[in-house]
Structure formats: structure tokens, C-alpha cells
Nanobody, 122 residues
Framework: QVQLVESGGGSVQAGGSLRLSCAASASTYSNNCMGWFRQAPGKEREAVAV????????SYSDSVKGRFTISQDNAKNAVYLQMNSLKPEDTAMYYCAGGGDCSLVPLRYKSWGQGTQVTVSS
């Protein structure tokens, strides 16, 4: 059963923007905490941004603060990641996750999508 489906990845030049979307099943979207994580080749999966859906509180990793914005659309059971001022070091597979504790620790999230690739060229 597919619970999280990401879309919106692609290739962009440094300084450009992309908007990632995550469509969630109703049961997954009912979780209070959802987030975006990323993993570059040869590196561990790391947090990008999480959102506490009831109050819309958000947290970001230091590396993306001020450039990325996480948001939600309750009518569509969707979570988004607006990425601006992209840098080559943002290149990674981006994953949507749910069922976590709103922390920035990937292991604390139970549900994961298949990921969408983001490639930023210099």
C-alpha cells in the first residue's frame, strides 16, 4: 500500500527554485508530524524540514533555513517543500516522511515515500 508519493524533482541551475509535493494517504496524513528528508550518494539521510500539522509549526535544518519552506494543504492531504536559492550541495534524493515525532531524526519516522531526485548544477 503506497502511502506517500513525492513529485516535483528535477534538474536546475544554482540559484534556481523547485517545489516538491508529497501526496499522502488519509491515514498517513492524519499523523501530526510530517517532514522532508534527503540523502546524497555516499551520505546518510538527513532532515530538511518538518511540520507539526495541527499548529503548522515548522523546523528546518541549518543548511536550508531561509531558503526552503515546508507547508501543507489539508484539503489535498499534501505537504510541500518550496526550495529557493538552490545550491549544488542540495543535490540529493528527497523523501517525504510521516508518522514521526516532529524531530529532525530520520529513524523516528515510520512511513516513507520512494523519493524524488533533485540535481543542482553550478
Amino acid at each position: 500500500q503506497v502511502q506517500l508519493v513525492e513529485s516535483g524533482g528535477g534538474s536546475v541551475q544554482a540559484g534556481g527554485s523547485l517545489r516538491l509535493s508529497c501526496a499522502a494517504s488519509a491515514s498517513t496524513y492524519s499523523n501530526n508530524c510530517m517532514g522532508w528528508f534527503r540523502q546524497a550518494p555516499g551520505k546518510e539521510r538527513e532532515a530538511v524540514a518538518v511540520i507539526y500539522r495541527p499548529g503548522r509549526a515548522t523546523s528546518y535544518s541549518d543548511s536550508v533555513k531561509g531558503r526552503f519552506t515546508i507547508s501543507q494543504d489539508n484539503a489535498k492531504n499534501a505537504v510541500y517543500l518550496q526550495m529557493n536559492s538552490l545550491k549544488p550541495e542540495d543535490t540529493a534524493m528527497y523523501y517525504c516522511a510521516g508518522g514521526g515525532d516532529c524531530s529532525l531524526v530520520p529513524l523516528r519516522y515510520k512511513s516513507w515515500g520512494q523519493g524524488t531526485q533533485v540535481t543542482v548544477s553550478s
